[in-house]
């Protein structure tokens, strides 16, 4: 298995604050990433693709970057209803690999 | 629209079977991999393995590998996912997903307990 190291865990900020998540692969995978956000409940979301191209109807505060093994994922202006738990996940191969999740929280 | 849509929640007994669908529509069916996901209470997101439903081509996580079985029926445009004896660790919410990620099931909770 390619190996996602997501940090931090979990993370506290104000409203309209910059946010920042990094997913690092344990082996190059390209630009083969997705970032996805799940609320209590439901099922996830897919938010980036490809590692920086936003998927269809997402608000244009998020955004990704990175190539190769370091990646990240920013919200630009964290809004209340962007609480969730944020997942990298990686599409190199068939065998799949999700990052450990960061969940935001409100301060 | 594209829609998978799983069976419902289930609560079984250890060593009990089980299999649940996952059904597809408003796509070409044999055309996409779709695969399983695995949340366990409170814990992050783990896939299992997936199926191309066009030649029945499987694939498993090698954790997963021999603890469950991954099958479709392309007829009726359906996925599964089974158990021959539950464990009180199977006790999860699993969803099913086509492959690009965008399209997931709604999950369907199992629950194994005594």
């Known amino acids: 298995d390619i190996q996602m190291t997501q940090s931090p865990s979990s993370l506290s900020a104000s409203v309209g604050d910059r946010v920042t998540i990094t997913c690092q692969a344990s082996q190059d995978i390209d630009k083969y990433l997705n970032w996805f956000q799940q609320k209590p409940g439901t099922a996830p979301k897919l938010l980036i693709y490809a590692a920086s191209s936003l998927a269809t109807g997402v608000p244009s505060r998020f955004s990704g970057g990175g190539s190769g093994t370091d990646f990240t994922f920013t919200i630009s202006s964290l809004q209340p209803e962007d609480i969730a738990t944020y997942y990298c996940q990686q599409y190199d191969n068939l065998f799949l690999t999700f990052g450990g999740g960061t969940k935001v929280e409100i301060k | 629209e594209v829609r998978l849509v799983q069976s419902g929640g289930e609560v079984k007994k250890p060593g009990e079977s089980l299999k649940i669908s996952c059904k597809g529509s408003g796509y070409s069916f044999n055309s996409y991999w779709i695969g399983w996901v695995r949340q366990m209470p409170g814990k992050g997101l783990e896939w299992m393995g997936l199926?191309?439903?066009?030649?029945?081509?499987?694939r498993y996580r090698p954790s997963f590998q021999g603890q469950v079985i991954i099958s479709a029926d392309k007829s009726i445009t359906t996925a599964y996912l089974q158990w021959s004896s539950l464990k009180a660790s199977d006790t999860a919410m699993y969803y099913c997903?086509?492959?690009?990620?965008?399209?997931w099931g709604q999950g369907t909770l199992v629950t194994v307990s005594s």
């Open positions: 997903v086509r492959q690009g990620s965008e399209y």
């Open positions: 199926i191309y439903p066009g030649d029945s081509d499987t």
